[in-house]
């Protein structure tokens, strides 16, 4: 049964027991250690009845083709289970004698394996790697001497391929468990690890303890478990390694330097840039099992050589990757900015309340072992994206190209364009100065933003105007768009553009519709209902209530100028709903703006003799008590 065949009972183990594959695992062992073959026994001995017809085989297992598989086996079949006696099976023999009986390759199978099963145990560091290293590996591992007598009882060649293989296995394993990662510890695990091997290539006595083919396979299967951690990333000390080691071509390095250490060479780099930087990957048990098939350990010495691993699992890697990048857009200018980004993981028996910080761009860990990303700093609106509320709207944003829209905060200006954050200071000092806002220059405008049309309206109006300070619509226009861009409401200069037109244009601009609309946001803000009161937060309304208080006194002071000189034409419009002597467009506005009824309402009131001061000012609620009486003196002329 081939190994991807397992990937189907992956971390399945302890499920089988009681069951009639009770006897799987003492099978894999015997496949994986040999011994006598065993009668086989069902379906079985009709199946594998005529022996090889490649390999002559005896009455033993041949373990140069069963152990690989059944090793690896072992491993994912008791995947995390922590299994004492499997773990123990897997152990690297501590003998002269039992290592003798085991080829060295297969001791990085067996470390691998091991380490599947005992996965919890796991931690990216080389005392963990040297303590699945046996002592006798560890004291007699290159350890003859040039010119001396050989210890006949030691084999020093078993004893340093021994010792690299184990701990080329051990550092896949912590590749495999931190694939996707960038764990800090384990990339300064495997940069040790793999410097540690480029020094044992550099010393020719050790070379020839070992065998240069065995170095070159331990070290790029430590180079692929480094590419596996920082996956994604694009990890310039990393791709300097493997420019280092595809650099060794032509003679004498074609000798040892074979197809497939230029693969692995190029897996790494692949790795490194998965995706352009867009993906990273997963550490599910399923996608454990892929990338054993995938990185498995034995690479091919020519484009055609399937003897020990079909070339083509190589591709299986694809199903292991996933979508992890967040990309920051300013909603504004659409343009890609950096944010700090805090990440929070969900608790766990190793650590609690851990936090982690960082900059975006950026890859995200795997979203099973995080709680919650929170956009950070003074410069953005605040973003959070928890796993109780929106975490499906994360997952979505990382699926469609991973683009976060952000909005940058006024008075401050991107990383990019003010990376130590001094012209952003400069601009919140200028917010405490509340002196000199009707005549702001271009220049302290541009410091709270990047808007292209803000600045071009402060280029144009406000440049070289140097009489600004007498002119009335530029200290105006200069206090909005210093008032907007400062408290971060750049939308609505336009809407306080349209309220000032509608009262400093001509007569034709002061309609019943901007009347009405003037009239209804002052209801707003001085009712009970408004929001901004509610919440207490009256510094983020839309429209300064000061604005509009002195857009309502200039709209009263002309009406008032304009009804003194029109008093004879309004009392006879509410008495006969007849317009003469007086501007229409001016009485319509006058009528909106203080809700007077029209005549034929006033009639029904009015009692025969001309009305009272009383009944007038109930019916004018909205006219001040003088105005009142200046009508009722020239209704009372009139009659």
Not at 17 to 44: E, Q, V, Y
Not at 518 to 533: E, H, M, R, T, V
């Amino acid at each position: 049964m081939h190994v991807c065949q397992f990937c189907l009972f992956f971390q399945k183990g302890n499920e089988v027991i009681g069951t009639s594959d009770l006897g799987m695992a003492d099978t894999l062992c015997h496949f994986m250690t040999g011994g006598h073959k065993r009668p086989l026994i069902g379906s079985n001995k009709e199946r594998y009845k005529a022996p090889s017809y490649q390999i002559k085989e005896g009455d033993n297992i041949n373990v140069d083709v069963t152990s690989p598989g059944a090793t690896l086996a072992l491993g994912m079949l008791y995947f995390r289970t922590n299994n004492s006696a499997v773990i123990d099976w897997l152990r690297v023999p501590d003998t002269q004698f039992m290592l003798d009986q085991v080829r060295p390759d297969f001791l990085m199978l067996r470390t691998i394996s091991r380490g599947l099963v005992s996965w919890d145990f796991v931690v990216p560091s080389f005392e963990w790697i040297k303590s699945m290293i046996p002592q006798i590996l560890q004291e007699k591992a290159f350890e003859r001497k040039q010119g001396e007598e050989d210890d006949v009882m030691i084999d020093y060649e078993t004893m340093s391929q021994s010792y690299c293989n184990v701990v080329a296995g051990g550092c896949l394993v912590i590749g495999l468990k931190f694939a996707g990662t960038a764990n800090q510890m384990a990339f300064g695990t495997l940069m040790k690890s793999i410097k540690l091997a480029l020094t044992i290539m550099s010393s020719q006595s050790h070379v020839e303890q070992t065998g240069r083919g065995v170095l070159e396979n331990c070290m790029v299967t430590i180079l692929l478990s480094l590419a596996m951690v920082m996956a994604g990333s694009g990890n310039l000390e990393v791709l300097r390694l493997c420019r280092m080691l595809r650099a060794r071509i032509g003679p004498p390095h074609n000798i040892f330097v074979t197809y497939g250490s230029h693969m692995a060479i190029s897996m790494s780099v692949g790795l490194l840039f998965l995706g352009g930087g867009r993906y990273s990957l997963s550490t599910t048990p399923e996608a454990i099992g892929i990338m054993l098939c995938a990185f498995f350990p034995k690479f091919p010495f020519h484009s055609n050589d399937n003897r020990y691993h079909l070339q083509a699992f190589r591709h299986l890697y694809v199903l292991a990757t996933e979508a992890r990048v967040v990309l920051p857009r300013d909603v504004d200018s659409g343009e890609p900015c950096y944010v700090p980004l805090e990440i929070r993981f969900k608790d766990t028996a190793d650590y609690c309340g851990e936090v982690f910080r960082t900059s975006a761009p950026t890859l995200l860990p795997e979203l099973d072992k995080i709680e919650e990303v929170k956009i950070l700093g003074p410069r953005y609106w605040p973003i959070t994206f928890h796993i109780d509320k929106n975490w499906s709207t994360l997952k979505l944003l990382l699926k469609k190209n991973g683009i976060l829209f952000v909005k940058q905060r006024a008075g401050y200006l991107s990383y990019v364009l003010d990376p130590k954050g001094y012209r952003s200071v400069l601009a919140k000092s200028l917010t405490s100065d509340h002196s000199s806002h009707t005549s702001v220059k271009p220049d302290v405008i541009k410091a709270f933003t990047t808007d292209p049309v803000i600045s071009s309206m402060a280029d144009y109006f406000l440049m070289g105007k140097d009489d600004c300070q007498r002119n009335r619509t530029l200290q105006k226009l200069s206090s909005i768009l210093y008032s907007c861009v400062t408290q971060e409401k750049p939308e609505v200069i336009s809407t306080h553009l349209r309220l000032d037109q509608v009262l400093n244009q001509s007569n034709f601009s002061l309609t019943h519709l901007g009347i009405r609309q003037l009239k209804n946001i002052l209801a707003y803000y001085n009712s009970p209902f408004n929001l901004g009161k509610l919440e207490n937060v009256s510094s983020t309304q839309l429209l300064q209530m000061e604005f509009l208080l002195a857009l309502k006194s200039q709209l009263e002071d002309r009406l008032d100028r304009w009804q003194a000189a029109n008093m004879e034409g309004i009392v006879k419009y509410l008495q006969t709903n007849v317009v003469e002597s007086c501007d229409l467009v001016l009485l319509s506005a006058y009528v909106t703006w203080y809700d007077i009824p029209t005549p034929e309402e006033i009639s029904k009131i009015i009692v025969e003799g001309g009305p009272t001061l009383p009944v007038l000012c109930s019916t004018l609620p909205h006219l001040p008590v003088n105005t009142v009486m200046q009508i009722l003196a020239a209704w009372q002329a009139a009659v």
